[in-house]
Nanobody, 117 residues
Framework: QVQLVESGGGLVQAGGALTLSCAAS????????MGWYRQTPGNQRELVAT???????NYADSVKGRFTISRDNAKNTVSLQMNSLKPEDTAVYLC???????????WGQGTQVTVSS
């Protein structure tokens, strides 16, 4: 089992910045990927950004150039620096952990990000 605890959401004006953090604990086996997804009411959960323990990153087209994902393998943490935020970035952001080649996903409880226009 893996437990994920997120922090850092909040309310920000358009053009502003926020940083989300997530700490993982439990059975942290490698290779693995950690990342962030987001969800709005009535819509499917969508990928925002992921990073493997080897440092390979993947971003949604909508956040490329604005968001940066990073991780500290020693501390089992992942962060998402979000710059130039837009109202359409408003969502619940969820931290994700998955062992590569395994199908089981672990999720945090989610943190609300609200961007006002």
């Amino acid at each position: 089992q893996v437990q994920l605890v997120e922090s850092g959401g909040g309310l920000v004006q358009a053009g502003g910045a926020l940083t989300l953090s997530c700490a993982a604990s439990g059975s942290i086996f490698s290779p693995n990927t950690m990342g962030w997804y987001r969800q709005t009411p009535g819509n499917q959960r969508e990928l925002v950004a992921t990073i493997t323990n080897g440092g390979m990153t993947n971003y949604a087209d909508s956040v490329k150039g604005r968001f940066t994902i990073s991780r500290d393998n020693a501390k089992n943490t992942v962060s998402l620096q979000m710059n130039s935020l837009k109202p359409e970035d408003t969502a619940v952001y969820l931290c994700n952990f998955r062992r590569i080649s395994y199908s089981k996903n672990y999720w945090g409880q989610g943190t609300q990000v609200t961007v006002s226009s």
